[in-house]
C-alpha cells in the first residue's frame, strides 16, 4: 500500500493578473512537503512576489487554489491561517515607539481570544521566540534604534511567536550586508530542521539559495520553467535560458556555486533556445 504525504501547502493551476493585463502567473503549480526549504528563483518581473502573495493569501488567485495541511485556503479564516502561516518580507511597515517585545507580542494575537491579553503561556511563547533568535538582549530596545539586520531578526521573532508550521520570505536578505544576510539564512536554517518548520522563500542571490535549498523552483515568465534540487536546476544551460548570462560553475562540497561571466551572446527566446559557447 503506498503511504500519502499530506503537502504542508500545494498550489495548483494558479492565475493572476494585475488590472486588464494578461495574467501575470499562469498555470502555477507546487507543492511543498513538511519541513522542506524550497527557493523560488527568477528573473525580475517574473511573478515570484504575485506567487508568494497568493500562496499566502495576501492575494486571492484569479483561478486554481491553494491548500495547507490538505485544507483549502479560501475557506479558512484568516486567524486560522495566522496561526499556521507567517510571511516575511524585505521591508517591514513602519511602526514607531514600540520595544521589540511588543512587537513581537503581535505575533500572539492570532491565537488570542479578542478578550485575552498576551500573558502566561502566550508570554512563555514570546521568550521563545526572542531566545531562538538570539534577540533577549534587545527585547526592550526601541524597534526604531535597531539595525537594519537587528531589525529584521525582530520582525522573524515576530514571526516565531505566531508558532508557524510554515514560514513564507520573500527575499528577507536583500538589505542586509554579507554578513547579516548569512545570519538570518542560518537562523532560518536552525529553525527549518530543528523546529521542522517548512521554508518557502524568494530570492534573487543564487548562491545562497544553492547552499541553503532543499529544491529550487525557477520562474520565468509567469510559469515554472525549472524544478529539483539545486545541482540539477544550476546548470550553464539554465544560466543562459532563464537568466540570459553566461556563468561558470563551481562545486563546493557538491554544492554549485556560479560566477557570472557576461551576458548571454543573444536573448533567449525560450527553453529551447540554446546558445552555443
Ligand atoms: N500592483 C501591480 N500592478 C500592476 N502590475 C504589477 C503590480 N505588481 C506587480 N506587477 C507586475 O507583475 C509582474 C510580476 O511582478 P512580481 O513582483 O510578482 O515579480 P517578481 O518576480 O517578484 O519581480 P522582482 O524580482 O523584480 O521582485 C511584473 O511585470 C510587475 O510589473
Known amino acids: 500500500m503506498t503511504k500519502t504525504t499530506t503537502q504542508a501547502l500545494s498550489a495548483a ?58 485544507k483549502d485556503m479560501a475557506s479558512m479564516d484568516t486567524k486560522s491561517i495566522a496561526r499556521h502561516m507567517t510571511m516575511l518580507t524585505q521591508t517591514q511597515e513602519q511602526v514607531q515607539d514600540i520595544t521589540v517585545r511588543e512587537l513581537v507580542r503581535r505575533g500572539r494575537n492570532p491565537h488570542l481570544k479578542w478578550y485575552e491579553e498576551c500573558r502566561g503561556k502566550h508570554e512563555d511563547v514570546v521568550d521563545w521566540a526572542l531566545k ?80 541553503y535549498c532543499d529544491r529550487i523552483v525557477a520562474m520565468k515568465q509567469g510559469e515554472i520553467v525549472r524544478e529539483g534540487t539545486p545541482g540539477d536546476v544550476f546548470r550553464v544551460e539554465f544560466f543562459r535560458e532563464v537568466f540570459g548570462i553566461e556563468a561558470k560553475l563551481y562545486y563546493d562540497d557538491g554544492v554549485p556555486v556560479y560566477l557570472p561571466c557576461g551576458i548571454a551572446k543573444s536573448e533567449p527566446e525560450g527553453m529551447n533556445a540554446y546558445v552555443t559557447a
Open 132 to 211: 531562538v533568535t538570539s534577540m533577549q538582549d534587545l527585547q526592550h530596545r526601541p524597534l526604531q534604534e535597531l539595525s537594519g539586520g537587528e531589525r529584521q531578526r525582530a520582525w522573524l521573532a515576530m514571526c516565531m511567536a505566531q508558532t508557524p508550521k510554515l514560514l513564507l520570505l520573500d527575499e528577507p536578505t536583500t538589505y542586509l550586508d554579507i554578513a547579516h544576510q548569512l545570519e538570518l539564512m542560518e537562523l532560518i536554517r536552525q529553525l527549518n530542521r530543528e523546529q521542522g518548520i517548512t521554508v518557502i522563500m524568494v530570492l534573487h542571490d543564487l548562491n545562497q539559495a544553492a547552499r
Open 13 to 70: 493551476d494558479l492565475k493572476y493578473g494585475y488590472g486588464r493585463e494578461a495574467a501575470i502567473v499562469n498555470g502555477f503549480d507546487l507543492s511543498a512537503a513538511p519541513g522542506e526549504w524550497l527557493g523560488i528563483v527568477g528573473p525580475n518581473g517574473s511573478g515570484k512576489s504575485t506567487v508568494l502573495c497568493m500562496l499566502a493569501r495576501l492575494v486571492s488567485p484569479q483561478g486554481g487554489s491553494v491548500t495547507m495541511d490538505g
